[in-house]
């Protein structure tokens, strides 16, 4: 075993870790309660203006209701995609399900910028304009992966021999899949649902290539903090953002047994 | 879903024609059930790749700013014979280098810890603890630093504090430096974790048998065998920071370009599309390289 000293160094350093891992998103936090508009520390006060300031912000509005529609959208899509790739491949040989879970991953994989641009050209190309459906284009195509990844887990975790014997007991296709299926693979695809939803939440890089003159809620952030404008409202924006990517992952989480959440990262 | 889809539920239960037919051809229902999601990503996704590489190929007219489709290979003459974006290309690299370095250094004692030291309830806390920055907002952590860095922020009023004079680090390449660690952080302490969790403790009981001390063994076992788990972390914290446009916006000072943020640039401003593409397939080509190696240091099976 470690000796004294060294278990106290590397307690040590791993608290050193978590702080710094921690502040900085604490700090945000703390910030979106700041009483003056000007962003230096420490706060001259605590107030919650900025909050209602922030709700009543058209500008702000508009672009979170496209950040959830855009986001409700391609979760959906992502949803059905991912959901109907897990289904085939579960039975595939080895080569095959490997060829589809590499093109599932790329878009994640390759660096942002490729993916944005990718895409920007292809709608260009076709004489698509940018809207809120070329951003659901984008969203999808890299959530389905997170889909994909959890529902196909589960589905080789779950005994096949339980569908068998629905089908033995007389259940057609749709009643197993109704009454067995489902509720084996529903914690699964409710949890990809949430992850996919959290990453489209927060996406940037992609997005800005591929939305038009209108602003996703993270777009929003990022115009206003490189004009270095409006930043009180961005505090607020930001703690919001944080919060509702965390709490979807929180419960997939949960869901998954963590193993979820691991495995879209670990690929992302 | 094909399943499903083929009719509605009958009461007399047992399948219909249809379903029959479905069970009795798997390759039939695997088709269909991989059309919709394949027919997205071929259709969409790779048609996107293949135009992007195809773009890179052409040119655009000066006048009109139309994209000419002329093959020629001038956008990658440009790239690899102009020293602006040699120089560019090397910064980004630079910074990817050490933005992986730093991080495998911060993250190997703090895996070690978690996989070796640290209880199973611990383990556990501390996992989740690294997880959860990950998913909080990447724009928002980003932004954070901007409020710690700058002039009268978080870091300079703790110098302060400590009889230290200020810092002033914000919009630098130290700047972004810190950043890039701190975002992709995460990145690299779950594989190195993960591959250091699967050391077995009768190894080191073995080296400490033979004589070695703990230094030694954590040099000669851990050490080699975390280190699959530590190269498949480098590749997401060094592709991440290649691909990356938005920090060296906001968080880097003048003269801060990435090859992403030429990019950016050529596709809005400037609209110059087959220039920005051919720029995209740089750090496409380098993940490829970085990728071989990787695969050679045995980092797939860590992933």
Request: include cysteine; proline fraction near 5%; charge should be positive.
């Amino acid at each position: 075993m470690e000796g004294f000293l060294t278990k106290l160094a590397l307690r040590t350093w791993a608290v050193l870790i978590l702080l710094f891992l921690f502040i900085p998103i604490i700090l945000i936090l703390v910030y979106a309660f700041n009483s003056s508009n000007i962003e230096s520390w420490p706060l001259p006060g605590l107030s919650t203006k900025w909050f209602a300031a922030t709700w009543d912000d058209p500008e702000i509005r508009a672009a979170l209701e496209l950040s959830l529609r855009a986001g409700l959208t391609a979760t959906g899509l992502a949803l059905v995609l991912g959901s109907c790739a897990a289904f085939a491949v579960q039975r595939m040989t080895f080569f095959g399900r490997d060829v589809v879970s590499l093109l599932f991953v790329l878009p994640l994989a390759l660096p942002g910028i490729v993916t944005g641009m990718a895409l920007n050209s292809f709608f260009h190309f076709n004489g698509i304009t940018l809207s809120i459906w070329t951003i659901v284009v984008g969203h999808t195509t890299f959530c389905i992966v997170v889909v994909y990844n959890n529902v196909l887990a589960r589905l080789r975790r779950t005994q096949g021999s339980l569908i068998e014997a629905a089908m033995d007991l007389g259940a057609n296709g749709f009643q197993t899949f109704r009454d067995i299926t489902l509720p084996l693979i529903a914690t699964a695809v409710v949890a990809g649902a949430m992850l996919a939803f959290a990453l489209s939440f927060d996406e940037v890089i992609v997005t800005t290539l591929v939305a038009g003159a209108q602003n996703t809620l993270p777009l929003w952030i990022f115009g206003a903090v490189r004009l270095g404008q409006r930043l009180p409202e961005v505090n607020v924006v930001v703690s919001f953002v944080i919060l509702v990517t965390i709490v979807p992952v929180a419960i997939a989480a949960r869901l998954t047994g963590g193993s979820g959440v691991v495995r879209t990262q670990a690929e992302r | 879903m094909a399943v499903e889809a083929a009719g509605r539920p009958r009461k007399t239960g047992g399948a219909s024609p249809i379903q029959s037919l479905l069970w009795r051809r798997p390759w039939l229902r695997i088709s269909l059930l991989l059309l919709p999601p394949l027919g997205w990503f071929v259709l969409i996704y790779l048609a996107s790749l293949a135009l992007l590489l195809v773009t890179a190929f052409w040119q655009i007219n000066s006048f009109t700013t139309q994209i000419e489709q002329v093959w020629n290979l001038d956008n990658f003459r440009i790239i690899l014979l102009d020293p602006t974006y040699r120089l560019i290309i090397g910064r980004t690299i630079a910074m990817a280098a050490a933005v992986t370095v730093t991080d495998a250094l911060i993250a190997f004692p703090f895996a070690y810890y978690m996989a070796r030291v640290a209880s199973r309830r611990t383990q556990t806390l501390l996992f989740a603890a690294v997880l959860l920055p990950l998913w909080a907002s990447y724009i928002a952590r980003v932004y954070s630093w901007i409020l710690i860095l700058n002039h009268s922020g978080v870091l300079n009023w703790s110098l302060q504090s400590i009889g230290l004079p200020p810092a002033n680090i914000g919009y630098t390449y130290v700047a972004m430096w810190i950043v890039f660690s701190y975002i992709w952080l995460p990145f690299m302490i779950i594989p190195t974790y993960a591959a250091m969790e699967r050391v077995p403790e009768s190894l080191m009981e073995a080296a400490a048998d033979l004589g070695a001390r703990r230094a030694r063994a954590v040099r000669d076992v851990v050490l080699p065998l975390a280190l699959p788990g530590v190269v498949a972390g480098s590749i997401f914290t060094f592709s991440l920071t290649l691909g990356d446009y938005i920090t060296p916006i906001l968080v880097g000072g003048a003269g801060s370009t990435f090859i992403g943020n030429v990019v950016y640039s050529n596709v809005g401003i400037a609209n110059n599309v087959p220039f920005a593409a051919a720029l995209a397939t740089v750090p496409v080509a380098i993940m490829a390289l970085y990728l071989i190696g990787a695969k050679r240091l045995g980092a797939f099976e860590a992933l």
